[in-house]
């Protein structure tokens, strides 16, 4: 990283005046808490006692022998507390804002995890919590929802532009504008101005560095190749970074929606509809029209459906040292369902982006070979889609039961 | 000497303070926005925000950001932005104005390109998303006339307004308090002291936004301001009661100003 949060061309910081001395303190705060040996000792008892790291490396003898080529381990990432990685970033930024003498906490969230880690963390450090949450997202996901209001967080629904994951990023943004005194900005993602990106791909840094060890002790050497979904790029930067230096091929894998029309997708990378841009407190490569106004984005996951990627991402794309594909929503299903019948594992919507990347490239590769999938979290979430997109006849037939059921007097 | 800067100071020898008044452009239709833009020029407000309309703008309240979303429903070009402003510059040579955008429509018609083209018309320019830390990138718009307006705060340190105050030129734009735009949370209590510490660092003009929306706030303003920046309270004016609405708000702004002892 070069000076003032820049990755290259990306990254920075484009913020409104009103946040300079409140992001001004967040970076001195962070950096020194990252020298402090007690503050990070801290961070690694709670990722350790509370959210149960180190999360294991799973190899999947039954898909890998279906696939027919490279072997397949997947990184647990679902087996963390709350269900996803999003509980590495918020033990870290939830110990940061108390550190830092806040009082409260607002995040922004798509598919509800990071909004639920955060509900999470804040009850158990006694922080008020306030997750922005685009109102289609809220149809979505209500069961997160649910989750975050009986932690006693306020969820507000954002019904401004797309209703989304950008517009709840807004939102918290201009919450943060307003109460950054006693407020610290819990951002989900390896995204916004200095030194969220830094800040977030550090904390899940923890994924890769297990990885190391566990295929090491596993294996006997790195994996060949190493997939991980990309929607904002928390849990990709979380697995890949510790590898740059390696000789392990890094895999992102977007999402590629309905199509590859304008709106269709989510894809930051492969297409001409994104490029250089500035929103949202950073530089990237954004999907936007020729007027550059932020396009509306479309994924199976909401946690994917997201119009930027963080700038480390986009540099290292450019540099040659991470590879972006993309995987439709009619193959993540596909893939979802191969992972859950062959080895009992049901992955988040999210997720089972990687395990297409991954399963689809596997069949290309020798047996002596191997691949890592970051399974960044559990699929219990998606259970309204899923139903929906196997066509579950018998999941409606409950839903109705249980609302006649419940309509009682 | 700054264009802008010279202009204001010159109207506040005849007046104790300015009006800059704010139109999302394409609201709620170009047409309708350029019509509500003559009004406010053919009643003589001095200064005039164009606001080129983002999908995503941060720094703006509810207001202002829902008539954003309203205009890029109608997929709005700034070049057309650009070439209508121009000529209502040409035609209202008594006042200025300038164009607000968010930077990512600005960097996506070319910076460079845009000083060019607004050179000789708009006076200045107000990007809410940089600070002058960014200050480089918007060089070729100073280079070619079209000052880029930078904020202030009232939390801002007095070496950053010091320092800011260097950079800048045309006029500082004093944020009333923190928030986002139409927000007015203490009432303009401290406001005083606030622009009184900023006039110890600059010799520049002092405007003064979010959230001023009543002759009342103005009347606070008189003898510490420059300028008063009305944005939100005009655009509710508007989605109440259409030109109507707008008129009278501006009546209501205008007339406390005349009511003000001319030394103030």
């Known amino acids: 990283m070069s000076d003032e949060g820049y990755f290259g061309q990306y990254g920075g910081s484009y913020i409104p005046e009103i946040l300079f001395n409140s992001q001004q303190q967040l970076i001195e705060s962070f950096r020194e808490a990252m020298a402090d040996a007690s503050f990070l000792a801290q961070v690694k008892s709670e990722m350790q006692t509370y959210s149960g790291r180190p999360t294991p490396l799973t190899y999947c003898g039954n898909l890998t022998e279906a696939v027919g080529g490279a072997q397949i381990y997947i990184k647990r990432e679902d087996l ?25 906490v607002i995040a922004e969230t798509g598919a509800g995890q990071h909004g639920v880690a955060t509900a999470l963390v804040s009850a158990r450090l006694g922080l008020e919590c306030t997750i922005y949450m685009g109102a289609h997202d809220i149809q979505r996901q209500y ?9 006693g967080a306020t969820v507000v629904p954002v019904t401004t532009g797309s209703a989304t994951l950008k517009d709840a990023l807004d939102e918290a943004i201009r919450d943060w504008c307003t109460h950054y005194e006693d407020t610290h900005y819990l951002i989900g993602t390896s995204c916004g101005c200095e030194p969220f990106p830094e800040m977030v791909a550090g904390f899940q840094s923890v994924i890769g ?33 510790p590898f740059l230096d390696s000789e392990v091929e890094l895999v992102g894998v977007e999402a590629g929606g309905i199509g590859d029309g304008p709106g269709e997708h989510a894809k930051r990378f492969n297409t001409d509809q994104a490029r250089f841009g500035v929103a949202q407190g950073y530089a990237t490569k954004f999907l936007q029209d020729d007027q550059g106004q932020l396009q509306e984005t479309q994924s199976i996951s909401a946690g994917l459906d997201y119009v930027g990627v963080s700038p480390i991402l986009a540099d290292l794309e450019e540099q040659g040292k991470v590879r972006m594909i993309s995987a439709r929503d009619d193959e993540v299903v596909d893939a979802f369902k191969r992972l859950m019948i062959s080895e009992g594992i049901i992955a988040a919507l999210e997720s089972s982006h990687a395990v297409a990347g991954g399963i689809r490239e596997a069949a290309t590769m020798q047996v002596d070979e191997s691949i890592a999938i970051n399974l960044s979290g559990r699929g219990d979430k998606d259970i309204f889609n899923i139903a929906k997109a196997l066509n579950d006849v018998a999941f409606g037939d409950f839903i109705e039961d249980y609302l006649s059921e419940a309509m009682k007097p | 000497m700054n264009e802008l800067k010279t202009f204001i100071q010159a109207q506040r020898n005849k007046k104790p303070l300015l009006l800059m008044t704010h139109v999302v452009y394409g609201y709620p239709s170009v ?8 009004h406010l020029l053919d009643n003589g407000v001095e200064l005039l925000e164009v606001q080129f309309p983002f999908s995503d703008p941060v720094a703006d309240g509810p207001v202002i950001t829902a008539a954003c979303h309203e205009a890029i429903s109608h997929q709005p070009k700034l070049e057309q932005c650009i070439e209508d402003i121009k000529a209502l510059s040409r035609q209202y040579p008594d006042s200025k104005l300038l164009l607000m955008s968010y930077l990512n429509p600005v960097l996506n018609y070319g910076v460079e ?3 060019e083209t607004l050179s000789g018309d708009i006076a200045g320019i107000i990007i809410p998303d940089i600070t002058i830390q960014g200050q480089r990138l918007l060089a070729p718009l100073d280079r070619h006339g079209v000052t880029p307006v930078w904020i202030i705060t009232p939390d801002t340190a007095t070496e950053r307004i010091a320092q800011i105050s260097d950079t800048a030129d045309g006029m500082l734009y004093c944020v009333s308090n923190a928030g986002v735009t139409g927000q007015q949370a203490d009432g303009l209590d401290n406001i005083q002291s606030y622009l009184a510490r900023v006039r110890q660092h600059t010799g520049l003009p002092l405007s003064v936004g979010f959230g001023i929306s009543s002759g009342e706030h103005l009347q606070r303003l008189a003898g510490h301001a420059d300028v008063a920046i009305v944005g939100s309270a005009l655009l ?14 501006l009546s209501e702004l205008q007339s406390a100003i005349s009511e003000m002892p001319s030394g103030a």
């Open chain 2, 113 to 115: 390109r845009l000083a």
């Open chain 2, 31 to 38: 047409a309708k926005s350029l019509e509500v833009m003559a």
């Open chain 1, 80 to 104: 963390n507390h709350s269900g996803a990685h999003k509980m590495n970033n918020v033990i870290g930024q939830g110990l940061l804002a108390k550190r830092m003498g806040k009082k409260r």
């Open chain 1, 209 to 241: 560095e297990e990885v190391k060890e566990q295929a090491m002790a596993q294996i006997g050497r790195y994996p060949d190749r190493i997939y991980a979904c990309v929607g904002g790029g928390s849990n990709a930067c979380g697995i890949f970074l």
């Open chain 2, 236 to 249: 509710k004016a508007f989605n109440q009661d259409e030109l109507t609405g707008v008129a009278e708000k």
């Open chain 1, 143 to 151: 069961p997160n929802v649910f989750w975050m209001k009986q932690l």
